[in-house]
């Protein structure tokens, strides 16, 4: 049998238990590679890594530090080394206008999407920095362009986009093996769209952003794990500090 793209690395996914996760984690398995699922989700996270070929569910936390440090230190043990680490996990708030936004739902969605991800990379640069690896952050196409009531969502990911550069910069500048880049979906018809689609009513929220996008359809979340498959494997040997967009063409309007 013919070795997958990575073969031989083990990846570490949060978020991994549903929705784009699940793709991402589910791709990196069928590429031969050993796969952890963080999740707060226990039941989902259990069952997804039992439906895959090497891979285990850590239940973790994204947003305490503690949790970062147990479940890195758990990947390492069990498998012996961490190689890819997706920062994937992330929420999106009730969309609302600034003005309705409470200082605690702000808070709540940096918590995760920014503190979460700065985590991520800070202790995922401590296990990849000697023997090198690949730290790929879920951003999104709010990261690149405004749009109205997502403003905390959108502050979140835009952070998301710059840290990733400056991280990858620096791993760079110390020579350490690391590339770190970013992946921006548009709109995918999985995870948080599709949860907020089912709520107000699937068929006029889908097809009102299908017909906003120039390939006139939504994503899928195989498409992303395709992209973010490229980002872990050794294809992609020279690319650091790079944003890989995946959205039909929403931002090229």
Same mark, same amino acid.
């Given at each position: ?47 997804? +890594? *039992?439906?895959?070929?090497? +891979? ?41 206008? $600034? ?16 503190? &979460? ?30 749009? *109205? ?5 959108? *502050? ?26 970013? $992946? ?6 999985? &995870?948080?769209?599709? %949860?907020? %689609? ?11 952003? %299908? +017909? ?6 939504? &994503?899928? +979340? ?18 650091? &500090? ?12």
């Amino acid at each position: 049998m013919a070795e997958g793209r990575v073969s031989g690395k083990t990846a570490l996914v949060t978020g991994g238990a549903s929705g784009i996760g699940a793709a991402i984690a589910t791709a990196l398995s069928e590429e031969g590679a050993n796969v952890v699922i963080s999740d707060l989700d226990e039941a989902a996270g259990a069952a997804r +890594a *039992a439906s895959l070929k090497n +891979a285990v569910y850590l239940r973790h936390n994204v947003t305490v530090e503690s949790d970062w440090e147990a479940c890195i230190a758990a990947t390492r043990d069990r498998f012996g080394s961490l190689e890819v680490l997706v920062n994937n996990a992330g929420v999106m708030p009730a969309t609302k206008t $600034i003005e309705e936004t409470s200082y605690d739902e702000w808070k709540r969605v940096m918590s995760v999407n920014m503190d &979460g991800v700065f985590l991520g990379v800070k202790h995922g640069i401590g296990a990849m920095k000697e023997k090198g690896g690949s730290i790929i952050n879920l951003s999104s196409i709010m990261g690149l362009i405004g749009e *109205a009531i997502v403003g905390a969502y959108s *502050a979140s990911k835009g952070g998301v986009r710059l840290f990733t550069k400056s991280a990858a910069v620096e791993c760079a500048n110390l020579g350490y093996p690391i590339r770190i880049n970013s $992946i921006h979906p548009g709109y995918i018809d999985a &995870g948080m769209f599709a %949860a907020m %689609a089912d709520e107000f009513g699937a068929d006029s929220l889908r097809q009102r952003f %299908a +017909a906003r996008t120039p390939m006139k359809r939504l &994503g899928k +979340a195989e498409e992303i794990a395709k992209g973010v498959l490229f980002l872990a494997s050794d294809e992609a040997s020279f690319s650091t &500090g790079s944003e890989l967009v995946i959205d039909g063409g929403y931002t090229a309007r």
